[in-house]
T-cell receptor, first 115, second 109 residues
Framework: EAQVTQNPRYLITVTGKKLTVTCSQNMNHEYMSWYRQDPGLGLRQIYYSMNVEVTDKGDVPEGYKVSRKEKRNFPLILESPSPNQTSLYFCASSFGTGGLNQPQHFGDGTRLSIL | TQLLEQSPQFLSIQEGENLTVYCNSSSVFSSLQWYRQEPGEGPVLLVTVVTGGEVKKLKRLTFQFGDARKDSSLHITAAQPGDTGLYLC?????????FGTGTRLQVFP
């Protein structure tokens, strides 16, 4: 079954404790991205990757890091989480460059709470 | 910065009513997608429109892309409780999608 898998689904942690949210897709998609979803703000892109070893900042990259060492995986790293990073996070993937006409396939989300 | 504003932000209606959701921007997009998101899940693509003025129908849902490719609308005829969810529009350009602010629809039996 074609899918995007995120882990963990839920995480409560404390300020400053490094964490990683994993994302894996089995559709051989070139494009992967991370979004955060906050009430009234829709989905905002954090980082994206057009292919292996190619990553770029989205609209809200501050406080986040990513890597793309393999095509299927695109982890999101919070080196020193802060309460304003409490949010619902989604990983997505698609063929091609991720923009024009390409449907995004989303994971089921990771709800992160930073105390 | 490109922005997509959706209206209304919230909509509560009775089963059988019709409704329209709007997605507006001052920017031109190469394509416009609509997604529906249910609680505990990621958004799922409903439709992509790519030509100015294009109209697409998906059962009781009708999607239209504005002539100038800056806006779009989603019309639902005879809404059902199963239509309940968060509807998101997303404008596409060469390397990214810009998502709208979302419309949360609740359809009561």
């Amino acid at each position: 079954e074609a899918q995007v898998t995120q882990n963990p689904r839920y995480l409560i942690t404390v300020t400053g404790k490094k964490l990683t949210v994993t994302c894996s897709q089995n559709m051989n998609h070139e494009y992967m991205s991370w979004y955060r979803q906050d009430p009234g703000l829709g989905l905002r892109q954090i980082y994206y990757s057009m292919n292996v070893e190619v990553t770029d900042k989205g609209d809200v990259p501050e406080g986040y890091k990513v890597s793309r060492k393999e095509k299927r995986n695109f982890p999101l790293i919070l080196e020193s989480p802060s309460p304003n990073q409490t949010s619902l996070y989604f990983c997505a993937s698609s063929f091609g460059t991720g923009g024009l006409n390409q449907p995004q396939h989303f994971g089921d989300g990771t709800r992160l709470s930073i105390l | 910065t490109q922005l997509l504003e959706q209206s209304p932000q919230f909509l509560s209606i009775q089963e059988g009513e019709n409704l329209t959701v709007y997605c507006n921007s001052s920017s031109v997009f190469s394509s416009l997608q609509w997604y529906r998101q249910e609680p505990g899940e990621g958004p799922v693509l409903l439709v992509t429109v790519v030509t100015g003025g294009e109209v697409k129908k998906l059962k009781r849902l009708t999607f239209q892309f504005g002539d100038a490719r800056k806006d779009s609308s989603l019309h639902i005829t005879a809404a059902q409780p199963g239509d309940t969810g968060l509807y998101l529009c997303a404008g596409g350009n060469t390397d990214k999608l810009i998502f709208g602010t979302g419309t949360r629809l609740q359809v009561f039996p």
